[in-house]
């Protein structure tokens, strides 16, 4: 299998649960990058994994945590959302270093998450 | 910093029409250019590049030159189809700075 993978597509969730976005790479790309994509704004980028270190943190609520065990797995637990925390979730991959960056991003299909 | 600015959507074309979306960006250095593409219910997929002034990337009829005079990375298509409805999104990276700078992303809807 080759590219991004996330899982699951859909999510539905309550405000008490905890659950976990899952995002796999099989390009050998060592960046790893979570987004946030509401209706009507902007991309939002949320966490930045280079090397397996965190680098970025954009100010995301604690609810949210991210994950990076090795460069080709990236994990966002999620715990005690709001409603307005509903959104596509997208992951993408790169490579860093060099001239990879200027080759742009890897992108999964996303995962569509609903909070009740 | 760098930043990207689109055109403002949505777009609404006939199919056949000649479709330009306008990006220009700013950016230290010699930063490389993108366009990606958001079709209903996916994520985002690279559409085209260009890393160098006046390269002009192209993928499924859809084209855009790199013009450093004017910081512009306007896409377009010669003849749309109802297939090429999504949402569009300009962006940039520089050397050095491993994040991508993307545009708000204008939808483009296709009527037959």
């Known amino acids: 299998e080759t590219g991004v993978t996330q899982t699951p597509r859909h999510l539905v969730m309550g405000m008490t649960n905890k659950k976990s976005l899952k995002c796999e790479q099989h390009?050998?790309?060592?960046?790893m990058y979570w987004y946030k994509q509401s209706a009507k704004k902007p991309l939002e980028l949320m966490f930045v994994?280079?090397?397996?270190?965190?680098?970025e943190n954009n100010s995301v609520p604690s609810r949210f945590s991210p994950e990076c065990p090795n460069s080709s797995h990236l994990f966002l637990h999620l715990h005690t959302l709001q409603p307005e925390d509903s959104a596509l979730y997208l992951c993408?991959?790169?490579?860093?270093?060099?001239?990879?960056?200027?080759?742009?991003?890897?992108f999964g299909s996303g995962t569509r998450l609903t909070v009740v | 910093g760098n930043s990207v600015t689109q055109m403002e959507g949505p777009v609404t074309l006939s199919e056949e029409a000649f479709l330009t979306i306008n990006c220009t960006y700013t950016?230290?250095?010699?930063?490389?250019l993108f366009w990606y593409v958001q079709y209903p219910g996916e994520g985002l997929q690279l559409l085209l590049k260009?890393?160098?002034?006046?390269d002009k990337g192209s993928n499924k009829g859809f084209e855009a030159t790199y013009r450093k005079e004017t910081t512009s990375f306007h896409l377009e298509k010669g003849s749309v189809q109802v297939s090429d409805s999504a949402v569009y999104f300009c962006?940039?990276?520089?050397?050095?700075?491993?994040?991508?700078?993307f545009g708000t992303g204008t939808r483009l809807t296709i009527i037959p």
């Open positions: 993408a991959s790169s490579h860093v270093g060099g001239t990879g960056t200027r080759y742009g991003y890897t």
């Open positions: 390009l050998g790309h060592n960046a």
């Open positions: 994994y280079s090397l397996e270190e965190r680098v």
């Open positions: 950016a230290t250095g010699y930063p490389s």
């Open positions: 260009a890393t160098k002034a006046d």
């Open positions: 962006a940039l990276s520089n050397f050095g700075n491993e994040k991508l700078t």
